[in-house]
Structure formats: C-alpha cells, structure tokens
C-alpha cells in the first residue's frame, strides 16, 4: 500500500514525508448526518519518525462533536514494527463549550501476518486514569484498483470517567467494511458500512445523551495520500 521504505525495504538515511486521509466520510442516511475523518503526517528517516495524527466525529446538523489528535516519536524495532511515544489530546465541542483531556501514549504500529496492519496503544490521563485501543484493518485486492478495507477498532478503560463517556472494562467495538475505487493510487472514492456497539457503562451514557448502544450507518467518503 505504501512505498517500500515504509516497509523497511530500504536502508537510506533520506528524510521522506508522508500524509495520508485514511477516512473522510459522511453518513447522509443517519439522523443528524454524522461526518468523520481519520489520518496522519510522519516526516523522518527509515528508522525515527515524528508522526502527527487525527481523527474526529460529530454530527454535521448539530455542530457538536469530538477530534483526537496525537504527536508521537516512532522508533522502528523490527523490519515491520515501530515502537511509538508521545502525547494525546482529546477534544469536545458543541453548544458554545469547548473542554480537552490530555494523555500519555505508548503504542506500536506495523504490518502483522499476512499484512494485517495494526495498532495497539495504552493511553494514561493527566489524571492516572489507565485505557488501551486496538486498532487493525487489511487492504484485500479485488482488482489492480478496487479495494476491499475490513477495520476493526475495540477500547478498554480500567476506570469508569462518567464525564467523558467512559466505562470501566470493555467500551466498544467497532467493525468497518469499505470498497473503495483507486482513481489513482493517491485519490480513491468509497463506499461502506459501519457497525458500532458500546458495552456496560459505556451503553448506558450513551443513552442517557440520548443515542443508541448500538449503530449501523452506511458510509461514503475519500481517501487521499501523496
């Protein structure tokens, strides 16, 4: 999916630079058409990167919604993994308030087995509070440009934090499939769904805020990358 040096193919000491626009979606079928976006900036060599990353969701109709944004040293320690530290800010807006909770991250990132891309990440809060996501998704070529994408993305907290929506125990798990069609390599449209269920306390301030513990929307957006 990227360029060899990404793999670590190659052994050069140049500086590359890459940005990629995982997901820029909406959902116009759900109520208040929910948006989302998800990517990422590294600039480095081979082995050290400094990576900048982003994802958001809110509700277009509302304005409210939620961005996650990151700045991670990334250390490659094997051909296929990078060992990642650094910070997180999580953001909340909507109704004229804006609030931010700050994190340490330590996380991993690469290629598994038979090319399953995955992210596994422990996060601890400004205030000790102790949570872990796993993420993975894997790119299955139907054609030389259409592109199957199953994503899988699960949170776990060990404490329950009532003011962000966190539970204690298993939170969610969200399970994605997109085909997308690569008009080139760098712009390529999409199509998919996406299934989210929410578990224990998490479920319950869900719907408090009144949602769903539970969601299947059908998607349609662009990913970009050069």
Same mark, same amino acid.
């Not at 000491?13 to 995982?22: E, G, H, N, S």
């Not at 996501?133 to 907290?157: C, I, M």
């Not at 962000?164 to 769904?193: F, H, K, Q, S, T």
């Given at each position: 999916? /990227? ?5 670590? !193919? ?9 940005? #990629? ?12 058409? &929910? @948006?989302? +976006? ?8 081979? /082995? ?14 509302? %304005? ?6 990151? !700045? ?13 530290? %650094? ?6 807006? %909507? ?9 340490? #991250? ?6 598994? &087995? ?5 992210? &596994? *990440?422990? +996060? ?13 998704? /894997? ?17 776990? *907290? ?6 962000? @929506? #966190? %539970? ?9 499939? $997109?085909? $997308? ?7 390529? &449209? ?25 969601? *299947? ?10």
């Amino acid at each position: 999916e /990227y360029p060899d040096f990404v793999l670590g !193919a190659a052994h050069s000491p140049q500086r590359y630079t890459l940005a #990629v626009l995982d997901l820029f979606e909406v959902a116009p079928a759900a109520s208040e058409v &929910p @948006g989302r +976006f998800e990517g990422l900036i590294w600039t480095g060599t081979d /082995y050290q990167r400094l990576y900048l990353k982003g994802e958001g969701e809110g509700l277009l109709a509302e %304005g409210t919604g939620e961005v996650e944004a990151q !700045a991670l040293y990334s250390r490659l320690i094997t051909s296929y993994f990078e060992a990642q530290a %650094g910070v997180r800010v999580d953001t909340e807006f %909507g109704d004229g308030d804006v609030r931010a909770r700050p994190f340490l #991250v330590v996380g991993l990132e690469g290629l598994a &087995p038979y090319f399953f891309e995955v992210e &596994p *990440a422990l +996060f601890v809060s400004y205030t000790g509070d102790v949570s872990a996501r796993f993420a993975g998704s /894997y790119d299955l070529l139907l054609t030389q440009r259409l592109v199957a994408q199953p994503r899988l993305e699960t949170n776990v *907290a060990v404490q329950k934090v009532e003011d962000w @929506g #966190v %539970g204690a125990g298993l939170n969610d798990v969200e399970l994605g499939l $997109r085909l $997308r069609y690569e008009i080139r390599r760098e712009i390529a &449209p999409y199509v998919g769904v996406n299934w989210t269920t929410r578990f224990g306390d998490a479920a319950d301030f869900a719907r408090a805020e009144g949602g769903s513990a539970s969601e *299947a929307v059908v998607v349609f957006g662009l990913r970009l990358w050069r």
